[in-house]
Protein backbone atom coordinates (compact mmCIF):
# COMPACT_ATOMS: atom_id res chain seq x y z
CA UNK A 1 0.00 0.00 0.00
CA UNK A 2 1.43 3.39 -0.71
CA UNK A 3 2.02 5.53 2.52
CA UNK A 4 -0.20 8.38 2.33
CA UNK A 5 1.43 11.88 1.19
CA UNK A 6 2.89 14.20 3.81
CA UNK A 7 1.58 17.70 4.20
CA UNK A 8 2.66 20.93 6.10
CA UNK A 9 0.95 22.94 8.06
CA UNK A 10 2.62 25.83 7.71
CA UNK A 11 0.94 28.30 10.13
CA UNK A 12 -0.30 31.87 9.14
CA UNK A 13 2.30 33.69 10.41
CA UNK A 14 5.36 31.60 9.01
CA UNK A 15 4.05 32.56 6.16
CA UNK A 16 6.31 35.88 4.64
CA UNK A 17 5.11 39.14 4.94
CA UNK A 18 8.13 40.88 3.36
CA UNK A 19 11.18 39.64 1.46
CA UNK A 20 13.88 39.81 3.75
CA UNK A 21 16.39 36.96 2.72
CA UNK A 22 16.45 35.55 5.99
CA UNK A 23 12.65 35.68 7.04
CA UNK A 24 11.65 37.02 10.12
CA UNK A 25 10.02 37.33 13.07
CA UNK A 26 6.07 37.57 11.84
CA UNK A 27 3.60 40.50 13.29
CA UNK A 28 1.34 38.26 14.26
CA UNK A 29 2.34 39.20 17.60
CA UNK A 30 2.85 35.86 19.40
CA UNK A 31 4.79 33.97 16.60
CA UNK A 32 8.21 33.70 15.13
CA UNK A 33 9.65 32.45 11.95
CA UNK A 34 12.91 32.09 10.39
CA UNK A 35 11.24 30.69 7.18
CA UNK A 36 13.23 32.25 3.75
CA UNK A 37 10.26 33.39 1.25
CA UNK A 38 10.64 30.94 -1.28
CA UNK A 39 9.93 28.29 1.43
CA UNK A 40 5.84 29.38 0.71
CA UNK A 41 6.14 27.94 -2.41
CA UNK A 42 3.61 24.85 -2.69
CA UNK A 43 6.14 23.24 -4.92
CA UNK A 44 9.54 23.64 -2.44
CA UNK A 45 7.17 22.30 0.31
CA UNK A 46 6.26 19.46 -1.33
CA UNK A 47 9.69 18.73 -2.24
CA UNK A 48 11.36 19.00 0.56
CA UNK A 49 9.01 17.01 2.44
CA UNK A 50 8.63 14.22 -0.04
CA UNK A 51 12.48 13.50 -0.27
CA UNK A 52 13.11 14.56 3.72
CA UNK A 53 15.59 12.57 5.87
CA UNK A 54 14.20 11.09 8.33
CA UNK A 55 15.92 11.34 12.45
CA UNK A 56 16.30 7.99 13.18
CA UNK A 57 16.72 9.01 17.14
CA UNK A 58 13.23 11.16 17.24
CA UNK A 59 11.68 8.14 16.79
CA UNK A 60 8.05 7.82 15.50
CA UNK A 61 5.02 10.08 16.50
CA UNK A 62 1.86 9.01 18.23
CA UNK A 63 0.14 7.70 15.03
CA UNK A 64 3.53 5.72 13.89
CA UNK A 65 4.72 8.45 10.85
CA UNK A 66 8.37 9.42 11.68
CA UNK A 67 8.40 12.30 14.21
CA UNK A 68 11.07 14.73 12.97
CA UNK A 69 12.38 14.88 9.19
CA UNK A 70 15.32 16.80 7.99
CA UNK A 71 15.99 18.53 4.62
CA UNK A 72 17.90 21.01 3.10
CA UNK A 73 18.20 23.56 0.11
CA UNK A 74 19.81 26.56 -1.38
CA UNK A 75 21.87 26.86 1.98
CA UNK A 76 18.97 26.09 4.28
CA UNK A 77 18.42 23.29 6.54
CA UNK A 78 14.95 22.83 7.61
CA UNK A 79 13.50 20.38 10.66
CA UNK A 80 9.87 18.89 9.75
CA UNK A 81 8.39 17.86 13.08
CA UNK A 82 4.99 16.03 13.11
CA UNK A 83 2.01 17.69 14.39
CA UNK A 84 0.12 14.00 15.40
CA UNK A 85 -2.03 13.78 13.04
CA UNK A 86 -3.58 11.01 11.89
CA UNK A 87 -2.36 11.90 8.49
CA UNK A 88 1.29 12.14 8.37
CA UNK A 89 1.60 16.66 8.52
CA UNK A 90 4.52 18.19 9.61
CA UNK A 91 5.66 21.80 11.24
CA UNK A 92 8.76 23.17 9.52
CA UNK A 93 11.51 25.20 11.09
CA UNK A 94 15.18 26.48 10.34
CA UNK A 95 17.43 25.06 11.96
CA UNK A 96 21.31 23.16 12.50
CA UNK A 97 21.25 20.10 11.12
CA UNK A 98 21.81 16.98 13.52
CA UNK A 99 25.11 15.87 13.70
CA UNK A 100 24.54 12.28 12.68
CA UNK A 101 22.88 13.44 9.13
CA UNK A 102 25.60 16.18 8.55
CA UNK A 103 27.52 14.84 6.11
CA UNK A 104 24.14 14.05 3.89
CA UNK A 105 22.59 16.92 4.16
CA UNK A 106 25.23 19.27 3.42
CA UNK A 107 25.44 17.73 -0.07
CA UNK A 108 21.34 18.63 -0.37
CA UNK A 109 22.02 22.32 0.75
CA UNK A 110 24.38 22.75 -2.30
CA UNK A 111 21.16 22.23 -4.43
CA UNK A 112 19.96 25.26 -6.03
CA UNK A 113 15.92 25.65 -5.71
CA UNK A 114 15.07 24.30 -9.06
CA UNK A 115 17.81 21.32 -8.42
CA UNK A 116 14.55 20.51 -6.15
CA UNK A 117 11.70 21.16 -8.01
CA UNK A 118 12.71 19.68 -10.72
CA UNK A 119 14.51 16.46 -9.91
CA UNK B 1 14.78 30.82 46.72
CA UNK B 2 12.25 31.69 43.89
CA UNK B 3 9.96 29.63 42.62
CA UNK B 4 8.76 29.19 38.77
CA UNK B 5 5.28 29.66 37.98
CA UNK B 6 3.44 28.92 35.09
CA UNK B 7 -0.26 30.42 34.10
CA UNK B 8 -1.98 29.12 31.64
CA UNK B 9 -5.77 30.05 30.22
CA UNK B 10 -6.79 27.87 27.64
CA UNK B 11 -8.21 29.54 24.50
CA UNK B 12 -10.10 28.41 21.42
CA UNK B 13 -7.61 28.00 18.36
CA UNK B 14 -8.44 29.65 15.32
CA UNK B 15 -10.07 27.58 12.57
CA UNK B 16 -6.57 26.55 10.54
CA UNK B 17 -5.23 24.89 13.64
CA UNK B 18 -6.30 21.65 14.27
CA UNK B 19 -5.26 17.94 16.20
CA UNK B 20 -3.53 18.11 19.46
CA UNK B 21 -2.36 21.92 18.65
CA UNK B 22 -5.75 23.33 18.60
CA UNK B 23 -7.17 21.35 21.71
CA UNK B 24 -3.40 23.17 23.77
CA UNK B 25 -4.05 26.37 22.43
CA UNK B 26 -3.81 28.68 25.47
CA UNK B 27 -2.10 31.82 26.58
CA UNK B 28 1.09 31.34 28.88
CA UNK B 29 2.37 33.17 31.19
CA UNK B 30 6.24 32.64 32.97
CA UNK B 31 6.81 34.23 36.26
CA UNK B 32 10.35 33.97 37.83
CA UNK B 33 9.68 34.78 41.83
CA UNK B 34 7.78 38.19 41.10
CA UNK B 35 9.12 38.51 37.95
CA UNK B 36 6.87 38.46 34.68
CA UNK B 37 9.79 37.47 31.82
CA UNK B 38 6.70 36.77 28.96
CA UNK B 39 5.69 40.49 29.29
CA UNK B 40 6.33 42.00 26.12
CA UNK B 41 4.91 44.49 23.32
CA UNK B 42 4.55 45.06 20.14
CA UNK B 43 8.75 46.51 18.90
CA UNK B 44 8.97 50.14 18.48
CA UNK B 45 5.98 51.25 21.02
CA UNK B 46 6.66 53.24 23.68
CA UNK B 47 7.21 51.00 26.89
CA UNK B 48 3.78 51.67 27.98
CA UNK B 49 1.75 51.24 24.91
CA UNK B 50 0.39 47.96 24.51
CA UNK B 51 2.11 45.54 26.69
CA UNK B 52 0.62 42.04 27.18
CA UNK B 53 2.13 39.60 29.97
CA UNK B 54 1.16 36.78 28.36
CA UNK B 55 2.06 34.68 24.89
CA UNK B 56 -0.35 32.83 23.10
CA UNK B 57 -0.63 30.25 21.08
CA UNK B 58 0.29 25.99 21.19
CA UNK B 59 1.68 24.42 23.45
CA UNK B 60 2.30 21.41 22.08
CA UNK B 61 6.19 22.42 20.97
CA UNK B 62 6.64 23.14 24.64
CA UNK B 63 5.71 19.86 26.13
CA UNK B 64 7.36 18.03 23.34
CA UNK B 65 10.67 20.05 24.09
CA UNK B 66 10.58 19.18 28.22
CA UNK B 67 10.19 15.45 27.68
CA UNK B 68 12.84 15.22 24.92
CA UNK B 69 14.92 16.82 26.94
CA UNK B 70 14.15 16.13 30.58
CA UNK B 71 17.68 14.00 31.65
CA UNK B 72 19.24 16.86 30.36
CA UNK B 73 17.09 18.98 32.61
CA UNK B 74 17.50 16.72 35.55
CA UNK B 75 21.07 16.68 35.59
CA UNK B 76 23.32 18.01 33.19
CA UNK B 77 24.57 20.76 35.12
CA UNK B 78 27.59 21.89 32.80
CA UNK B 79 27.89 24.69 30.69
CA UNK B 80 28.81 24.13 27.24
CA UNK B 81 32.02 25.62 26.72
CA UNK B 82 34.90 27.56 29.12
CA UNK B 83 33.01 31.28 29.76
CA UNK B 84 34.27 33.84 27.60
CA UNK B 85 36.99 36.15 29.23
CA UNK B 86 35.92 39.34 30.49
CA UNK B 87 32.44 38.73 30.85
CA UNK B 88 31.56 40.91 33.37
CA UNK B 89 27.21 42.18 33.38
CA UNK B 90 27.39 39.22 30.43
CA UNK B 91 25.26 35.79 30.05
CA UNK B 92 26.64 32.81 31.93
CA UNK B 93 25.23 30.53 29.32
CA UNK B 94 25.18 30.76 25.82
CA UNK B 95 21.77 32.94 24.45
CA UNK B 96 19.28 33.28 21.56
CA UNK B 97 21.67 35.94 20.97
CA UNK B 98 24.56 33.67 20.45
CA UNK B 99 22.87 31.49 18.53
CA UNK B 100 22.25 33.75 16.06
CA UNK B 101 25.84 34.59 16.02
CA UNK B 102 27.16 31.52 15.84
CA UNK B 103 28.53 30.98 19.20
CA UNK B 104 30.88 33.55 17.86
CA UNK B 105 31.58 34.77 21.50
CA UNK B 106 32.34 31.66 22.61
CA UNK B 107 34.44 29.28 20.21
CA UNK B 108 35.82 29.97 17.00
CA UNK B 109 36.45 26.20 15.81
CA UNK B 110 33.63 24.91 13.90
CA UNK B 111 33.79 21.53 16.11
CA UNK B 112 33.26 23.57 19.09
CA UNK B 113 30.38 25.30 17.61
CA UNK B 114 28.38 22.39 16.81
CA UNK B 115 28.70 21.27 20.78
CA UNK B 116 27.67 24.19 21.99
CA UNK B 117 24.59 23.97 19.65
CA UNK B 118 23.53 20.76 20.62
CA UNK B 119 23.90 22.16 23.99
CA UNK B 120 21.62 24.36 23.40
CA UNK B 121 19.01 22.89 21.93
CA UNK B 122 19.11 21.08 24.78
CA UNK B 123 19.01 24.21 27.61
CA UNK B 124 17.04 26.72 25.54
CA UNK B 125 13.34 26.50 26.61
CA UNK B 126 11.35 25.01 23.88
CA UNK B 127 14.25 25.94 20.91
CA UNK B 128 13.13 23.94 17.72
CA UNK B 129 9.86 23.09 19.44
CA UNK B 130 7.79 25.73 19.97
CA UNK B 131 5.70 28.64 18.00
CA UNK B 132 5.67 31.18 21.03
CA UNK B 133 7.20 33.59 21.16
CA UNK B 134 9.61 33.34 24.10
CA UNK B 135 12.45 35.78 25.68
CA UNK B 136 15.89 33.71 25.71
CA UNK B 137 15.15 31.13 28.91
CA UNK B 138 17.86 28.96 29.60
CA UNK B 139 17.36 26.10 31.81
CA UNK B 140 20.19 24.73 33.60
CA UNK B 141 20.07 22.90 36.59
CA UNK B 142 22.68 23.18 40.09
CA UNK B 143 20.80 21.72 42.70
CA UNK B 144 19.74 23.12 45.35
CA UNK B 145 19.11 25.53 42.71
CA UNK B 146 17.79 25.34 38.80
CA UNK B 147 19.51 28.03 36.98
CA UNK B 148 17.13 29.94 34.25
CA UNK B 149 18.61 32.36 32.54
CA UNK B 150 17.08 35.20 30.73
CA UNK B 151 17.54 37.50 27.91
CA UNK B 152 15.73 39.66 25.23
CA UNK B 153 15.65 38.59 21.89
CA UNK B 154 18.48 39.74 19.14
CA UNK B 155 17.21 42.45 17.12
CA UNK B 156 18.96 40.77 14.27
CA UNK B 157 16.00 37.92 14.08
CA UNK B 158 13.64 41.18 13.53
CA UNK B 159 11.09 40.34 16.04
CA UNK B 160 7.84 41.87 15.91
CA UNK B 161 7.69 41.65 19.86
CA UNK B 162 9.92 43.07 22.29
CA UNK B 163 10.08 41.27 25.49
CA UNK B 164 11.32 43.38 28.81
CA UNK B 165 11.27 43.35 32.55
CA UNK B 166 7.71 43.90 33.61
CA UNK B 167 9.02 46.08 36.83
CA UNK B 168 10.83 49.25 37.12
CA UNK B 169 12.83 47.09 39.89
CA UNK B 170 13.86 44.08 38.10
CA UNK B 171 17.17 42.59 37.67
CA UNK B 172 18.76 43.86 34.62
CA UNK B 173 18.82 41.28 31.59
CA UNK B 174 20.78 38.96 31.08
CA UNK B 175 19.42 37.98 34.25
CA UNK B 176 20.67 34.31 35.93
CA UNK B 177 17.92 33.60 38.17
CA UNK B 178 18.50 30.59 40.73
CA UNK B 179 15.19 29.09 41.82
CA UNK B 180 14.75 25.97 43.61
CA UNK B 181 15.15 22.65 41.53
CA UNK B 182 12.43 20.73 43.60
CA UNK B 183 10.36 24.00 42.98
CA UNK B 184 10.84 24.15 39.19
CA UNK B 185 11.56 20.64 38.59
CA UNK B 186 7.81 19.74 39.81
CA UNK B 187 6.27 22.98 38.08
CA UNK B 188 7.44 21.59 34.92
CA UNK B 189 5.98 17.92 35.59
CA UNK B 190 2.64 19.82 36.37
CA UNK B 191 2.79 21.43 33.15
CA UNK B 192 2.89 18.40 31.42
CA UNK B 193 0.48 17.09 33.41
CA UNK B 194 -2.09 20.13 32.88
CA UNK B 195 -1.28 19.65 29.21
CA UNK B 196 -1.89 16.04 28.84
CA UNK B 197 -4.76 16.70 31.07
CA UNK B 198 -6.14 19.31 28.73
CA UNK B 199 -5.46 16.52 25.79
CA UNK B 200 -7.86 13.70 26.64
CA UNK B 201 -10.48 15.80 28.97
CA UNK B 202 -11.39 18.71 26.38
CA UNK B 203 -9.96 17.74 22.61
CA UNK B 204 -10.38 13.74 22.76
CA UNK B 205 -6.54 13.26 21.82
CA UNK B 206 -5.84 10.17 24.06
CA UNK B 207 -3.78 8.78 21.57
CA UNK B 208 -1.39 11.78 21.61
CA UNK B 209 -1.96 12.27 25.19
CA UNK B 210 -0.93 8.50 26.09
CA UNK B 211 2.12 8.74 23.41
CA UNK B 212 3.11 11.78 25.36
CA UNK B 213 2.80 10.06 28.70
CA UNK B 214 4.79 7.26 27.97
CA UNK B 215 7.51 9.24 26.61
CA UNK B 216 7.19 10.97 29.65
CA UNK B 217 7.55 8.24 32.05
CA UNK B 218 10.60 6.96 30.10
CA UNK B 219 12.57 10.01 30.20
CA UNK B 220 11.62 10.44 34.53
CA UNK B 221 12.94 6.55 34.47
CA UNK B 222 16.27 7.70 32.66
CA UNK B 223 16.98 10.89 34.62
CA UNK B 224 16.57 8.85 37.68
CA UNK B 225 18.82 6.12 36.79
CA UNK B 226 21.99 6.51 38.44
CA UNK B 227 23.85 5.23 35.41
CA UNK B 228 22.08 8.03 33.25
CA UNK B 229 22.51 10.73 35.54
CA UNK B 230 26.50 10.26 35.79
CA UNK B 231 26.61 10.69 32.51
CA UNK B 232 24.47 13.30 32.08
CA UNK B 233 26.63 15.51 34.93
CA UNK B 234 29.79 14.47 33.56
CA UNK B 235 29.96 13.63 29.75
CA UNK B 236 31.15 10.37 28.68
CA UNK B 237 34.72 10.20 29.26
CA UNK B 238 34.59 11.81 33.22
CA UNK B 239 31.57 9.47 33.66
CA UNK B 240 33.65 6.21 32.52
CA UNK B 241 36.25 7.38 34.63
CA UNK B 242 34.22 7.82 37.83
CA UNK B 243 32.43 4.95 37.16
CA UNK B 244 35.72 3.03 37.65
CA UNK B 245 35.91 4.34 41.35
CA UNK B 246 34.52 2.31 44.70
CA UNK B 247 31.05 4.16 45.25
CA UNK B 248 30.99 5.95 48.55
CA UNK B 249 34.70 6.02 48.79
CA UNK B 250 36.74 9.31 49.45
CA UNK B 251 38.49 9.42 46.45
CA UNK B 252 34.82 8.79 44.29
CA UNK B 253 33.48 11.55 46.22
CA UNK B 254 35.92 13.92 45.95
CA UNK B 255 36.64 13.25 42.34
CA UNK B 256 32.74 13.92 41.92
CA UNK B 257 33.52 17.52 43.21
CA UNK B 258 36.14 18.40 41.67
CA UNK B 259 34.95 16.85 38.11
CA UNK B 260 31.64 18.61 37.94
CA UNK B 261 33.68 21.77 37.88
CA UNK B 262 35.82 21.26 35.19
CA UNK B 263 35.53 20.54 31.56
CA UNK B 264 33.08 17.77 30.16
CA UNK B 265 35.10 17.51 27.68
CA UNK B 266 38.03 16.46 29.22
CA UNK B 267 40.46 13.93 27.58
CA UNK B 268 40.58 10.57 29.69
CA UNK B 269 44.48 11.20 30.32
CA UNK B 270 43.57 14.81 31.60
CA UNK B 271 40.88 12.98 34.17
CA UNK B 272 43.53 9.88 35.17
CA UNK B 273 45.99 13.31 35.92
CA UNK B 274 43.44 15.30 38.41
CA UNK B 275 42.58 11.71 39.86
CA UNK B 276 46.24 11.38 40.70
CA UNK B 277 45.78 14.18 42.70
CA UNK B 278 42.93 13.70 44.05
CA UNK B 279 44.25 10.22 45.02
CA UNK B 280 47.66 11.55 47.06
CA UNK B 281 45.30 13.88 49.01
CA UNK B 282 43.26 11.03 49.73
CA UNK B 283 45.59 8.94 50.54
CA UNK B 284 47.42 11.26 53.12
CA UNK B 285 46.60 9.40 56.59
CA UNK B 286 47.62 11.90 59.12
CA UNK B 287 45.27 12.89 61.41
CA UNK B 288 44.15 16.20 61.95
CA UNK B 289 41.57 18.42 63.83
CA UNK B 290 40.46 19.49 60.18
CA UNK B 291 39.05 22.58 61.30
CA UNK B 292 38.11 23.80 57.72
CA UNK B 293 34.58 22.02 58.66
CA UNK B 294 32.42 24.31 59.61
CA UNK B 295 29.68 22.56 61.73
CA UNK B 296 26.95 25.48 60.81
CA UNK B 297 27.11 27.39 57.96
CA UNK B 298 25.98 31.01 59.06
CA UNK B 299 23.96 31.50 55.87
CA UNK B 300 20.37 30.41 54.22
CA UNK B 301 20.34 28.65 50.56
CA UNK B 302 17.33 30.85 49.88
CA UNK B 303 19.63 34.06 49.93
CA UNK B 304 21.40 35.08 47.14
CA UNK B 305 24.80 33.56 46.60
CA UNK B 306 26.95 36.80 47.01
CA UNK B 307 25.26 37.63 50.53
CA UNK B 308 26.33 33.54 51.40
CA UNK B 309 29.60 34.83 50.35
CA UNK B 310 29.16 37.67 52.40
CA UNK B 311 28.59 35.65 55.36
CA UNK B 312 30.83 32.90 55.16
CA UNK B 313 33.48 34.89 54.81
CA UNK B 314 32.71 37.48 58.19
CA UNK B 315 31.95 34.11 59.81
CA UNK B 316 35.43 33.13 59.37
CA UNK B 317 36.88 36.19 60.34
CA UNK B 318 35.21 35.98 63.24
CA UNK B 319 36.50 32.53 63.92
CA UNK B 320 39.61 34.58 63.34
CA UNK B 321 38.99 37.74 65.32
CA UNK B 322 40.22 39.74 63.05
CA UNK B 323 37.43 41.16 61.60
CA UNK B 324 38.32 43.95 59.79
CA UNK B 325 42.34 43.78 59.14
CA UNK B 326 44.28 42.30 56.19
CA UNK B 327 44.76 39.13 56.23
CA UNK B 328 47.47 36.66 55.89
CA UNK B 329 45.76 33.98 53.59
CA UNK B 330 48.58 31.21 54.58
CA UNK B 331 48.20 31.84 58.17
CA UNK B 332 44.45 31.38 57.43
CA UNK B 333 45.11 28.36 55.97
CA UNK B 334 47.03 26.96 58.26
CA UNK B 335 44.57 27.78 61.12
CA UNK B 336 42.15 25.67 58.97
CA UNK B 337 44.27 22.75 58.45
CA UNK B 338 44.09 23.49 54.66
CA UNK B 339 47.50 23.25 53.15
CA UNK B 340 48.45 24.73 50.11
CA UNK B 341 50.03 23.30 47.34
CA UNK B 342 51.10 25.84 44.63
CA UNK B 343 52.21 22.97 41.98
CA UNK B 344 52.24 22.33 38.34
CA UNK B 345 48.66 20.67 37.40
CA UNK B 346 46.04 20.20 34.30
CA UNK B 347 44.85 22.66 32.31
CA UNK B 348 41.43 22.06 33.39
CA UNK B 349 42.28 23.48 36.93
CA UNK B 350 42.67 27.11 38.35
CA UNK B 351 42.61 25.95 41.55
CA UNK B 352 41.10 23.22 43.39
CA UNK B 353 40.02 21.73 46.91
CA UNK B 354 39.63 18.42 48.23
CA UNK B 355 38.79 17.67 51.97
CA UNK B 356 38.98 14.54 53.63
CA UNK B 357 37.08 13.96 57.09
CA UNK B 358 39.67 14.18 59.86
CA UNK B 359 42.50 15.20 57.52
CA UNK B 360 44.11 18.27 56.64
CA UNK B 361 42.55 19.45 53.51
CA UNK B 362 44.52 20.41 50.35
CA UNK B 363 44.06 23.87 48.13
CA UNK B 364 45.81 23.00 44.74
CA UNK B 365 46.93 26.30 42.65
CA UNK B 366 48.03 25.93 39.45
CA UNK B 367 51.24 27.49 38.76
CA UNK B 368 50.84 25.96 35.00
CA UNK B 369 47.73 28.03 34.46
CA UNK B 370 48.06 30.15 31.41
CA UNK B 371 45.25 32.84 32.47
CA UNK B 372 46.74 35.97 32.80
CA UNK B 373 45.35 37.03 36.03
CA UNK B 374 46.78 34.28 37.90
CA UNK B 375 50.28 35.05 36.34
CA UNK B 376 49.74 38.62 39.32
CA UNK B 377 49.78 38.21 42.98
CA UNK B 378 46.69 39.54 43.46
CA UNK B 379 45.27 37.50 41.25
CA UNK B 380 46.20 34.30 42.49
CA UNK B 381 45.54 34.94 46.23
CA UNK B 382 41.79 35.54 45.23
CA UNK B 383 41.69 32.96 43.52
CA UNK B 384 42.82 30.62 46.53
CA UNK B 385 40.53 32.67 48.48
CA UNK B 386 37.81 32.01 46.20
CA UNK B 387 38.84 28.19 46.62
CA UNK B 388 38.59 28.34 50.05
CA UNK B 389 35.07 29.34 49.99
CA UNK B 390 34.06 26.27 47.69
CA UNK B 391 35.41 24.08 50.40
CA UNK B 392 34.18 25.73 53.01
CA UNK B 393 30.57 26.33 51.65
CA UNK B 394 30.85 22.29 50.42
CA UNK B 395 32.23 20.86 53.58
CA UNK B 396 29.76 23.15 56.08
CA UNK B 397 27.65 21.09 58.26
CA UNK B 398 28.24 17.49 56.96
CA UNK B 399 31.48 15.85 58.05
CA UNK B 400 30.97 12.51 57.30
CA UNK B 401 31.45 12.44 53.25
CA UNK B 402 34.96 13.66 51.53
CA UNK B 403 34.40 17.31 49.65
CA UNK B 404 36.08 18.57 46.39
CA UNK B 405 35.67 21.76 43.94
CA UNK B 406 37.12 23.26 41.62
CA UNK B 407 37.37 27.50 40.93
CA UNK B 408 37.67 28.17 37.53
CA UNK B 409 35.84 29.16 33.98
CA UNK B 410 33.76 25.76 34.06
CA UNK B 411 32.63 25.87 37.75
CA UNK B 412 28.49 25.97 38.57
CA UNK B 413 27.39 29.06 38.30
CA UNK B 414 25.73 29.98 41.98
CA UNK B 415 29.04 28.08 43.73
CA UNK B 416 31.00 30.06 41.79
CA UNK B 417 29.42 33.35 42.40
CA UNK B 418 29.24 32.72 46.25
CA UNK B 419 33.01 31.45 46.36
CA UNK B 420 34.00 35.21 44.24
CA UNK B 421 32.05 36.71 46.94
CA UNK B 422 33.83 35.17 49.97
CA UNK B 423 37.05 35.71 48.01
CA UNK B 424 35.85 39.43 48.18
CA UNK B 425 34.83 39.92 51.15
CA UNK B 426 37.71 37.97 53.01
CA UNK B 427 40.42 39.63 51.55
CA UNK B 428 38.67 43.30 51.76
CA UNK B 429 35.98 43.33 54.62
CA UNK B 430 32.50 45.40 53.86
CA UNK B 431 33.13 47.85 56.85
CA UNK B 432 36.72 48.71 55.46
CA UNK B 433 34.87 48.63 51.58
CA UNK B 434 31.97 50.45 53.32
CA UNK B 435 34.51 53.35 54.38
CA UNK B 436 36.17 53.97 51.43
CA UNK B 437 35.66 57.49 49.64
CA UNK B 438 36.15 57.93 46.01
CA UNK B 439 39.15 60.02 46.97
CA UNK B 440 40.34 57.89 48.91
CA UNK B 441 44.23 56.21 47.94
CA UNK B 442 42.73 53.11 46.13
CA UNK B 443 46.16 51.78 45.39
CA UNK B 444 47.43 52.21 49.14
CA UNK B 445 44.08 50.26 50.45
CA UNK B 446 44.96 47.36 47.69
CA UNK B 447 48.32 47.03 48.52
CA UNK B 448 47.76 47.03 52.00
CA UNK B 449 44.60 44.00 51.67
CA UNK B 450 46.00 42.46 49.13
CA UNK B 451 43.31 42.60 46.56
CA UNK B 452 43.22 43.81 43.06
CA UNK B 453 42.37 47.60 42.31
CA UNK B 454 39.67 45.97 39.83
CA UNK B 455 38.52 43.56 42.26
CA UNK B 456 37.92 45.90 45.10
CA UNK B 457 36.41 48.35 42.88
CA UNK B 458 34.36 45.77 42.41
CA UNK B 459 33.99 45.21 45.64
CA UNK B 460 32.93 48.30 46.69
CA UNK B 461 30.37 49.14 44.29
CA UNK B 462 28.51 45.79 45.17
CA UNK B 463 28.62 46.76 48.83
CA UNK B 464 27.38 49.95 48.14
CA UNK B 465 24.24 48.24 46.31
CA UNK B 466 23.50 45.91 48.49
CA UNK B 467 23.67 48.23 51.42
Given at each position: M ?7 R ?16 R ?39 E ?12 L?V ?6 PA ?14 A??Q????A ?5 T? | M ?5 I??W?D??P???G????L ?32 G ?8 LV ?9 T?A ?10 G ?37 L????A??S ?6 P ?6 V??LPLQ???S???H ?10 W??S?S ?12 SDC ?21 RQ ?10 R?Q?Q??P???AH?AQ ?9 AAE??FR ?36 LP ?5 A??E ?37 A?A ?13 AC ?16 G ?33 P ?9 A ?7 S ?21 QL ?7 N????A
Open positions: EKPKRQICKCYHRPVRSLPAGSLGSEDSKSRCPVWAASPEVQAALLAEAIPIPEAGLDSHGHRKLVNAVNGVYFESTNEAAYNCYCARPPETLRALEKAGRLDDLTS | DSLGILSLPPIVTPDGVWAELQLMLGPECVTTHQKRDLPLSVGSHEAVRTLTGLVDWDHWVALSCEFPAKRPAGWAGAVFPTTQDAWEDYARWTADPDAVAQIATWHERHLFGNSSNLLPLVLVPEPYFLIEDDGDPVEFAARPSAPPWPLALWAQVTATLEQFVLARGRDAGGEHRWADWVEGRFARLAAADPAQLGFGVVSLLPPASAAREGVDTAPGDTAATARTTQDWIDTVVADTSASPARWLLPDYDLAQPFQGYLLARHVRERLRQPDRPLDLDHLLFELDVEPRREATAIETAVVGVPRRRLLSNTASTERRLQRWHRRFAEAAALGRLLAAAGGDGGTAVGAAQGPHTLVAGRRARAFAELLLPSVARGYAPTDDLQTLCAEYGISAAQWHILVAAA
